[in-house]
């Protein structure tokens, strides 16, 4: 099995992007990583690409939601893929969260786009997904 980790803020709009991706099409499941601290804890126990927005105007240190942050400390070992949206407003930090993320999982980051994304953004994330969960699971069956 393949998965979709994903932070989507009070707004929605990565939750939009992904529903719109399809992926339970492809038998990849998406798990949004809780909003709330009082929410139930996300658990992760298979390879997963993790889908997360850049936070901080800008400012690197503030990049990497807390949400994101907290998960990772715990689900951190099967991850094997990061995209990233951002703003482009944010000039060099743009999606500078998925660097940051991919840097020290020592995963590659294979897509960025800005904000709520574009249909073509959606396609492509959607089928490079596909393909980089086939190859993977090719990998791994060596």
Known sequence: MSALV???????????F???????????HAMRIPLLPNEPELHVD???VLLTPT?????IGKAVPVQVKRFLNDERSVIIGVIASGNTNF???YGIAGDIIAAKCHVPLLY?????GTREDVST?????????????QREQR
């Open 18 to 28: 992904v529903e719109g991706c399809r992926l339970d099409e492809f038998g990849i």
């Open 91 to 93: 000039g060099e930090a």
């Open 112 to 116: 960025r786009f800005e904000l709520m």
């Open 6 to 16: 994903y932070f989507s803020s009070a707004s929605g709009n990565t939750a939009r």
């Open 125 to 137: 994330v959607r089928e490079g997904l596909r393909t980089f969960f086939d190859e993977h699971s």
């Open 55 to 59: 936070y901080g105007g800008g400012t």
């Open 46 to 48: 298979e390879p997963y």
